[in-house]
């Protein structure tokens, strides 16, 4: 969530966008007629080729921020390729798509990485124009695509495009093939004039011979399509035991786990059996069914006591098996990975906690507690199905923009890596497509089809949706947020810079006033009760943070209207009112600026004023804007040790957010311990405030301030996802008070 943004610039970006959209709309229809010859393309394609290199950040109003652009939606071909009818590139007309037919093309240059994949091809007729693909399917081919290339575009779409001029683009995976070079439907005249063309009399051997030599060059797709075939040629049984040897082989080196599982299970006791077995527990390792990966290497070590790799993988599947079903993380271990780690994925396992997807009246599906729980009790642990990292090497971490007219949003970030990494995903192993196509969408009308001739089928758009709606942000590790100029193992700042899908986390709804709270460590989001909640409970998380400054929240993006209390409330106050308080917050802002005790009261007195504007009762509405310059105050206090004020000011500025607090002797309630009766909004400071608190309450009542410290303990557990940093993280703040423990000798039972 809390990715996507409106600004004016992004706002002129969009508004661009869709005139250059406009602008192709018009063509609609005419026919193509190629502007330049095939040589003058060539040559252009050179200057592209060097634009694009001199230019890293690309070529928009955005200046250095590469910019990429949603395309308006269509769905992916779902007939069947003997179905289609064969076109040439002169028979295309301009913003159409040509259902029902396909070509035939041939590369004629490299693939080359510009906005997308880009390549220029010729058709049998020698007729070229650029071919815009993307990326994931060289992902999902052999990474690369050289001179010579056969590729088939099922119902292409001949179309402006940005810097480009004109050319066909292809956004669905499933609507290009590479076709093999043995292949019955390429022209002869291209098949002489590359190796490998004489074929027709190859025997099953002969292709198990070039499947292997193509998985030894690392072309892990080029491998599988010869074993294929070679399956096809009537290998005798031991052929085709290598064969399907071989093709799981290279299924499992392109991670393509469901038809790497097929093949290791179809192959029969004999030769490799037993390294086809390891595969096999490694697949299913992959697939995060550790149970059945552990079942696997303890039959490989009943085989084999000595197998020391049979020994370490169970090893390894056993860890990640207490980690699903028994919630046994070490949290520390993951910190130090995901700070040393680029990009910081994490090998950890999927823990679901007490908590159960449920319809909700009025906003879909929605997560519920199943048992009572704490504030700071784990419920979820959850690697993420797909994560995206800004490159380290781009000048800016924010360097990246993805703009959507369909959805009229600006998302920074790599949200377009996420979308393809996704993709590829689902391409490659099916069997995880409902994960994501399960997920909230908004209404997006789903293709029917899961597979064309044995290919799946994945909508681009339907994945950017889902994304849109169910992406979170995150930051390398939450503990970014409390330690000042933090950076990552990229040497980027700890800000939002990734972000990723974590299916279970996005069956949360939106609530400002939210019981849940998550925090990340690298590709791992931890979410923990913010709050004491009854079982039964839906459990809610922000999408985006609630405006400090009180001002009303936008969730149009999401299609909906917060209606908790405090929006319910702004929406009724005046414009007004809400602009007085933010001059006022400036106003306090800049009397704290100025050191001295006579602004400091200065700083009181508007803080009153400021809270008039609240007419409200504080068990019905929050007051969110006080936080912020009660937490400055109570911090100048602090700084200046007049720590009954400083105290004071904090009390107040947790009361404002919902905390109803007892015993912290400062409001004359000296009975009892310090004890939060109920929570309120769980923020990134909120630690440092319960710091302040403790450090006032230690030199008249050390024991309540060891209290206090606990909460600031539990806040950080929810907001860091683990406590074992704390002391780390807030050495300097707790030096003080351990220095005054062990000089006083006073406090039992102190543990920092
Ligand atoms: C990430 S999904 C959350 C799960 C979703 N309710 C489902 O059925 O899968 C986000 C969508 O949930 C709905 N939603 C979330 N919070 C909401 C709220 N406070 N009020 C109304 N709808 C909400 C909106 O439709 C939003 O686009």
Redesign the pocket.
Known sequence: MDRFFHDPESEKLLREHNQALEAAEALKGKQFKPALTRDELLRKFIFWQKRSKDQPGGQDSAGMVDVSFAPPIYPPCLASLKDLKRVMIKDLLFETHHRGSYILVRSITRAEKMAAVTVIVEDEQKHAIPLRMLNEKLSCHDGFAGKGEILLVKEPYLTLIPGVEYGIKVDHISDIMFIPMFDNMVPSAWREQLPEHETSQWTAGNWLSMGIENINWGRFYSATARCSKGLECSPTEEERHYLLYYRGMAFFKAHEWDACLRDLDAIPAGPKSEIALRGKGQTLYYLQRFRESCDVFIELCKKDPEDVNAKNDLREAIVRLAEQKKCLYNFKDMQEKASKTHPPLLGHGTWIGPVTVRQTES????LFTTQAVKAGDLLLCEKAFAYATEHPSKPKWNSSLHINTELWTTTRGGQLALASSIVEKLYKNPSLTSTITN??S?GFKQVSTESVDGNPVVDTFQIARIIS??GFGSPTSSRGNHIPDALDASGSPEKLHNCGIWPNA??????CMSNAHRAFIGDMMIIRAADDIPADTELTMWYMLPSPENQPMDFRH???E??CAMCADIRATEPRVLEMRVRQREQIAIALDNNSTLSHERAEMLVERLAETYPRPLDQVLRLGLWEPLTLIAGVYGRRKEWEKAGKAVIRALEGVGFVLEGSGLEGDVEGPFVVKKWGLVMDNLVVAWIILCRSLLRVAPERAMQVERYARMTYLICVGEEGSFDATYEMSLKEVRQFCSEEGQVEGWVV
């Open positions: 906003q879909g599906r929605g997920l909230y908004s709606l169910n996005s069956t949360i709804n939106h609530s999401w299609g909906f917060c209606s």
